[in-house]
């Protein structure tokens, strides 16, 4: 269970700077597209891991840590995308991706405990 605090922490840290970042390309980059889609995925990863404990099963608390999962890796993918096309420093760009890797090695641990 303590691991599920740390894991919802990081989460709604990390939801909380895809925010951030979101106004960030809308107010000064005037990017739209790719902020939509990173804040759709990046928000959705802590929702999933706060639905999870609440989950009615196991079953259910696994497929949505498995959708989390698949959150966090899209939310990656744009994270490299907004810096391969200079959307992002490299330095702002690996401070999240570091934090969005933490939640995934976590997400990935929790799964394989749960399943055992």
Same mark, same amino acid.
């Given at each position: 269970m303590a691991q599920d605090n740390v894991l919802q922490e990081k989460s709604?840290?990390?939801? /909380?700077?895809?925010?951030?970042?979101?106004?960030y390309l809308c107010k000064d980059k005037h990017e739209t597209v790719i902020s939509k889609q990173i804040i759709r995925s990046g928000t959705s990863i802590g929702a999933n891991i706060n639905e999870a404990t609440y989950g009615v099963s196991k079953a259910d608390f696994i497929a949505k840590l498995h959708i989390a999962l698949?959150?966090? /890796?899209?939310?990656?993918?744009w994270l490299r995308l907004l810096t391969l096309s200079d959307y992002l420093?490299?330095?702002?760009?690996?401070?999240?991706?570091?934090?969005?890797l933490e939640i995934k090695r976590i997400l990935i641990s929790s799964l394989k405990t749960s399943k055992a």
């Open positions: 709604l840290s990390f939801a /909380a700077r895809i925010v951030k970042l979101h106004k698949k959150e966090t /890796a899209e939310t990656e993918y420093s490299q330095s702002e760009s690996d401070s999240l991706i570091a934090d969005c």
